[in-house]
């Protein structure tokens, strides 16, 4: 089992930036896609960026343009760059991670065997 530690959220004004960290550890993750996701209050757990193990990124239309998707497997960690922040991106993000991808896509959370705890982001206008 690959346990999954986010950090770096907080509050930012709109426009600015922040970067977000998921340290994984138990396993190497160098093989696993990566995902990143958020959930506002009352809102269902929605998709923002997906890394697969070979370093091909996806994007929610959301987040294309103003965030950035990264792996560092030799720190066993992943990046979400968020540029541009949006007040509607206020929401608790999560770190998802999947070694076999069965039949359902990277865009489902359903698809992840492995979550961080979350991190608050939260962007004032």
């Known amino acids: 089992q690959v346990q999954l530690v986010e950090s770096g959220g907080g509050l930012v004004q709109a426009g600015g930036s922040l970067r977000l960290s998921c340290a994984a550890s138990?396993?190497?993750?160098?093989?696993?896609?990566m995902g990143w996701f958020r959930q506002a209050p009352g809102k269902e757990r929605e998709f923002v960026a997906t890394?697969?193990?070979?370093?091909?990124?996806y994007y929610a239309d959301s987040a294309k343009g103003r965030f950035t998707i990264s792996r560092d497997n030799a720190k066993n960690t992943v990046y979400l760059q968020m540029n541009s922040l949006k007040p509607e991106d206020t929401a608790v993000y999560y770190c998802?991670?999947?070694?076999?991808?069965?039949?359902?896509?990277?865009?489902?959370?359903?698809?992840?065997?492995?979550w961080g705890q979350g991190t608050q982001v939260t962007v004032s206008s």
């Open positions: 998802a991670a999947v070694l076999l991808l069965g039949g359902g896509t990277l865009q489902r959370a359903s698809s992840y065997d492995s």
């Open positions: 138990g396993r190497t993750v160098s093989s696993y896609a």
């Open positions: 890394i697969r193990s070979g370093g091909s990124t």
